[in-house]
């Protein structure tokens, strides 16, 4: 099945630090593209676990016996882990977001290209709650403030009430129908950037994506051996906002408090600076474009 190329892919896993024996996962297993390359590095030994609750995905399993492929959402990588007997790893890498397969795939709803039912459930056996749902059912103030807070629009309100105008007459059900109702706020210049937004809002809202990744996070420290290391690539700035603000506080909100002498004591420390693709790969591979690498280990180890 065709899959993305791996967004930073030899960075990503150069961070990870991958000692041939050692355990790792990889909580976005998508096309395999990352796992192939972690594969690669490690021994007999060593074992790779991936995460996956996209049933797409999971076509795409690796046939060694080193690999567990465990279809689940990231949000519960410690009990599943435990499940295999694993409670410390030496890296995890999370490559955030939707993949391309998934924006590719028409009957999705993910993609502002394809007329489809809105639906946009990265599990399609997950509860009732799809685009659907938020677009048909949400009142108003809720679906502003998912439209400010996960896309970002500063017009949310306006567009919110437009939505709920349109569905008083006939509900709206495909992606096609939601873009005629929103003509008014969509110029042509902006068409592509603002329809992303309005669909990217609804979407992290379907999947709880911020819930899931806050979730994932704070459970890292715990799990990562003494030199282990978390290896994140993000695609907007709500995801890396929280991935930053995790590894620099420990917190997603305000500052860690300080000690007597002025220290702060934080779970995390970042290895290097923020890596961008070069622009090399923005040429080949157009996903890239927004692509952020942040990289950190336990901060008790100095090395």
Same mark, same amino acid.
Request: net charge negative.
């Given at each position: 099945?065709?899959?993305h190329?791996p967004?930073?892919?030899?960075?990503?896993?150069?961070?990870?630090?991958?000692? %041939?024996?050692?355990?790792?996962?990889?909580?976005?297993?998508?096309?395999g593209?990352?796992?192939?390359?972690i594969l690669?590095?490690?021994?007999?030994?060593?074992?790779?676990?991936?995460?996956?609750?996209?049933?797409?995905?999971?076509?795409?399993s690796?046939?060694?016996?080193?690999?567990?492929l465990? %279809?689940?959402?990231f949000?519960?990588?410690?009990?599943?882990?435990?499940f295999?007997?694993?409670?410390?790893?030496?890296g995890?890498?999370?490559?955030?977001?939707?993949?391309?397969?998934?924006?590719?795939?028409?009957?999705?709803?993910?993609s502002?290209?394809?007329?489809a $039912?809105?639906?946009?459930?990265?599990?399609q056996?997950?509860?009732?709650?799809?685009?659907?749902?938020?677009?048909n059912?949400y009142?108003?103030?809720?679906?502003?403030?998912?439209l400010?807070?996960?896309?970002?629009?500063?017009?949310?309100?306006?567009i919110?009430?437009?939505?709920?105008e349109?569905?008083?007459?006939? %509900?709206?059900?495909?992606?096609?129908?939601?873009?005629k109702v929103?003509?008014?706020?969509?110029p042509k210049?902006k068409?592509?950037?603002?329809?992303?937004q309005?669909?990217?809002?609804?979407?992290? $809202?379907?999947?709880? $994506?911020?819930?899931s990744?806050?979730?994932?996070?704070?459970?890292?420290?715990?799990?990562?051996?003494?030199?282990?290391?978390?290896s994140?690539?993000?695609?907007?700035?709500?995801?890396?906002r929280?991935?930053?603000?995790?590894?620099?506080?420990?917190?997603?909100?305000?500052?860690?408090?300080?000690?007597m002498f002025?220290n702060?004591?934080? %779970?995390?420390?970042?290895?290097?600076k923020?890596?961008v693709?070069?622009?090399q790969?923005?040429?080949?591979?157009?996903?890239a474009?927004?692509?952020?690498?942040?990289?950190?280990?336990?901060?008790?180890?100095?090395?």
């Open positions: 099945m065709e899959y190329n967004v930073l892919l030899k960075e990503s896993i150069d961070g990870l630090n991958i000692k %041939p024996d050692g355990v790792y996962v990889d909580v976005t297993f998508g096309g593209g990352h796992s192939r390359e690669s590095r490690l021994g007999n030994d060593g074992k790779l676990y991936a995460f996956d609750q996209d049933e797409d995905a999971q076509q795409n690796i046939n060694d016996d080193r690999f567990t465990i %279809p689940q959402n949000r519960f990588i410690k009990r599943y882990l435990r295999y007997g694993v409670k410390k790893v030496d995890v890498l999370a490559d955030l977001g939707v993949s391309s397969h998934q924006f590719d795939k028409a009957e999705r709803g993910f502002t290209r394809f007329d $039912e809105l639906d946009m459930r990265m599990n056996k997950q509860g009732e709650l799809s685009a659907f749902e938020v677009v059912t009142e108003e103030k809720e679906l502003s403030d998912v400010f807070h996960y896309g970002e629009l500063r017009n949310a309100r306006a919110a009430k437009r939505i709920i349109a569905r008083l007459e006939t %509900p709206i059900k495909t992606s096609f129908e939601l873009k929103l003509e008014a706020f969509v210049a068409e592509h950037k603002i329809l992303a309005i669909f990217q809002g609804i979407r992290i $809202e379907v999947n709880q $994506e911020i819930a990744l806050k979730e994932f996070l704070v459970q890292i420290p715990e799990l990562l051996t003494e030199e282990g290391r978390l994140v690539i993000s695609y907007h700035s709500l995801e890396d929280l991935v930053k603000r995790f590894i620099r506080n420990g917190m997603f909100e305000g500052e860690p408090e300080k000690d002025g702060v004591s934080v %779970p995390l420390k970042k290895v290097g923020l890596i693709p070069s622009a790969e923005i040429k080949t591979n157009n996903r474009r927004s692509a952020k690498l942040r990289i950190a280990t336990l901060a008790s180890c100095q090395k």
